[in-house]
């Protein structure tokens, strides 16, 4: 598990010298923090960046706290019912995950709540999904050459990965006060986009001291003192787990489908042709922090006049919600918008879906281009 996979981000972020670099036109890189907790010695941003990349994690168990208050109505429980994902309800609410690392073809998680539990497995080529609620299982052979990486994000590693895949020049990177998280001392980069049309205010990244694996990350939106998202350990054991714990043992009675070659693993019970999948007409707009996604989805995207089915109640709720919200209309076109704390999403009346981290007006931008 590494958060520097992608190297090419040290173009911005070295050299490893003490001191302020500027880099590629613009990332400045800060020198040490202030006021940090004299227990650590202190570090620089380029420094840190560089324990990420020279990190080598060979395994870790532990539980990990996801909370989010994006400020959004709960159009992601409803949209993960009407698609039989009900993982991406994860991007709501507070949710408490078990994680197990092996390496790189080893992973576990498992979601627990009043409800039941979900577990997700690679040992291998083999993946696993359950859901003990429906007593149902999706067996995945993996091809051959099918690259060694997390199957499923869920730690503050795999979140870290993402945020520093953003750095640009448009990037301000720093280090914050040290901190203890899950009873382990580390550090904290602080990235701030500086471009203003980006609603995230900060990404705030706790580095285990000793490990250099991320502990913690935080997501500000702009104008907030609390963390609209956060992903953090409250317990961690950097042992390798034993391999039993990758292996799926099918509970009695368990129902048990085989997915074949051309799908793509869903959640346990259900299964997805590849081509559903498919986004053949997606385009970037901007880079870094304000990079903004425009997709074609066909006509009626914004849920109007949508014929969900007499057998699909979450979908014709799902089709309600996005009915619901708010009309907007400019030289762009008209649809409709939804925003959070961190994101905003527009779907236009052409059955365009125009979303990013950013401000409603850039998105309209983007439309009218």
Do not use: C
């Amino acid at each position: 598990m590494s958060v520097m996979k992608n190297r090419a981000v040290l173009r911005w972020l070295v050299p490893v010298t003490a001191g302020v670099a500027v880099i590629g036109g613009g990332a400045a890189v800060s020198t040490f923090a202030a006021g940090a907790d004299p227990a650590l010695p202190p570090r620089s941003a380029a420094q840190l960046l560089e324990d990420l990349r020279t990190s080598r994690l060979d395994g870790l168990s532990g539980t990990v706290v996801q909370r989010a208050d994006l400020g959004l109505p709960p159009i992601a429980a409803l949209a993960g019912r009407a698609t039989g994902n009900d993982l991406a309800g994860l991007v709501s609410g507070t949710h408490t995950l078990r994680v197990w690392y092996g390496g790189e073809d080893r992973q576990r998680l498992a979601l627990v709540d009043t409800l039941g539990e979900q577990d997700i497995l690679r040992n291998g080529r083999d993946v696993w999904t359950w859901n003990s609620r429906e007593n149902t299982a999706t067996h995945r052979l993996l091809p051959a050459d099918a690259p060694d990486r997390a199957t499923v994000p869920a730690t503050p590693a795999d979140a870290a990965d993402r945020a520093l895949e953003a750095i640009d020049p448009t990037t301000a990177v720093t280090v914050g006060r040290t901190a203890t998280v899950a009873g382990r001392d580390a550090y904290e980069l602080v990235l701030t986009p500086r471009d203003k049309a980006s609603l995230v205010h900060q990404v705030r990244i706790a580095l285990d001291a000793k490990e250099h694996v991320p502990l913690r990350l935080q997501v500000l939106a702009d104008g907030q003192d609390e963390p609209a998202f956060q992903v953090a350990f409250t317990q961690v054991d950097f042992r390798t787990p034993e391999a039993d714990q990758f292996r799926f043992n099918p509970p009695p009675g368990v129902k048990v489908t085989e997915a074949t070659e051309g799908e793509r693993p869903g959640p346990a019970g259900k299964r997805f042709d590849r081509k559903d999948a498919e986004k053949p007409d997606v385009r970037t707009v901007g880079t870094g922090w304000t990079t903004v996604v425009v997709a074609k989805i066909g006509d009626a995207a914004t849920g109007d006049g949508a014929k969900p089915g007499a057998d699909a109640p979450d979908a014709q709720m799902l089709a309600q919600v996005l009915g619901d919200l708010p009309k907007v209309s400019g030289d762009w076109g008209s649809g409709r918008l939804l925003s959070g704390k961190l994101f905003s999403v527009l779907l236009t009346d052409d059955g365009r879906v125009i979303a990013g981290l950013v401000t409603p007006e850039r998105l309209y931008q983007a439309a009218k281009g």
